[in-house]
T-cell receptor, first 114, second 118 residues
Framework: GQQLNQSPQSMFIQEGEDVSMNCTSSSIFNTWLWYKQDPGEGPVLLIA?????ELTSNGRLTAQFGITRKDSFLNISASIPSDVGIYFCAGRQAGGTSYGKLTFGQGTILTVHP | GAVVSQHPSWVICKSGTSVKIECRSLDFQATTMFWYRQFPKQSLMLMATSNEGSKATYEQGVEKDKFLINHASLTLSTLTVTSAHPEDSSFYIC??????????????FGPGTRLTVL
C-alpha cells in the first residue's frame, strides 16, 4: 500500500537543539497525525491535525497541516534525552474507501546526545 | 483518557500452537479497531480492520484463516494467530478509534504484544 515519505530517516543531535521532520505525499490527506514510539512499546499520539493550514502545539512540540494537504511537519524545540525514539507521521487519505484507515510514514529515528 | 491495553505483553509458544491476543479500549467505546504488525526498525503494517458486530476486513496478503479476528464488544477485539510458525514471530500492535471523540481518524495504540514462536 501507499506510504508517506518521511524524512529524515534518522537524526543525531545534541541536547538543547531543535529538531524538524516532515512527511510528504503525492495524494491529498484529510488528517495528519504524529506519533512517538519507544522501543518495545506502542506508538503514543503526540499531535492530531484536522484542517489544512492548522498549526498545533503540545509543549515543546509543534506540528502543521500543510496548505496543499499533501504534507506535514513536526518540530521539537530544545530537545532533551527523553525525546529519543521513533517518530511516525500518519494520515488518512482523502477519498479513501476504507473509513479510518491510516497510512504511515517510514519513521524518523531520533537520538539525543546529552 | 483514550487508553488501550493489550494482553499479553509478550508470549513465547511452540510451533503449531495458537495464540490469542486481546485488545481493550479501557475508557472509551471503539466500534473500529485495527491490528498491525511491526518488524524491527520498520513502520507499522496494517493487517486488518476489526469491526464490532461484523467481519474483519483484511489487507491484501494477510491470511484471514491464519489471523482470526473477533470484535465481540465495543471495547474488545481479539487476534488469534492459528498454527503459529517461527515466521509469525513479530510485534503485534492494536489501535482503536474513539467513537465519540471529535476527529474520528485518530487512532490510539495499545502497548503491543511481542510474539516469539519457537
Amino acid at each position: 500500500g501507499q506510504q508517506l515519505n518521511q524524512s529524515p530517516q534518522s537524526m543525531f543531535i545534541q541536547e538543547g537543539e531543535d529538531v524538524s521532520m516532515n512527511c510528504t505525499s503525492s495524494s491529498i490527506f484529510n488528517t495528519w497525525l504524529w506519533y512517538k514510539q519507544d522501543p518495545g512499546e506502542g506508538p503514543v499520539l503526540l499531535i492530531a491535525l484536522y484542517k489544512a493550514g492548522e498549526l498545533t502545539s503540545n509543549g515543546r512540540l509543534t506540528a502543521q497541516f500543510g496548505i496543499t494537504r499533501k504534507d506535514s511537519f513536526l518540530n521539537i524545540s530544545a530537545s532533551i534525552p527523553s525525546d529519543v525514539g521513533i517518530y511516525f507521521c500518519a494520515g488518512r487519505q482523502a477519498g479513501g474507501t476504507s473509513y479510518g484507515k491510516l497510512t504511515f510514514g517510514q519513521g524518523t529515528i531520533l537520538t539525543v546526545h546529552p | 483518557g483514550a487508553v488501550v491495553s493489550q494482553h499479553p505483553s509478550w508470549v513465547i509458544c511452540k510451533s503449531g500452537t495458537s495464540v490469542k491476543i486481546e485488545c481493550r479500549s479501557l475508557d472509551f467505546q471503539a466500534t473500529t479497531m485495527f491490528w498491525y504488525r511491526q518488524f524491527p526498525k520498520q513502520s507499522l503494517m496494517l493487517m486488518a480492520t476489526s469491526n464490532e458486530g461484523s467481519k474483519a476486513t483484511y489487507e491484501q496478503g494477510v491470511e484471514k484463516d491464519k489471523f482470526l479476528i473477533n470484535h465481540a464488544s465495543l471495547t474488545l477485539s481479539t487476534l488469534t494467530v492459528t498454527s503459529a510458525h517461527p515466521e509469525d514471530s513479530s510485534f503485534y500492535i492494536c489501535s482503536a478509534r474513539d467513537d465519540l471523540r471529535g476527529g474520528g481518524d485518530t487512532q490510539y495504540f495499545g502497548p503491543g504484544t511481542r510474539l516469539t514462536v519457537l
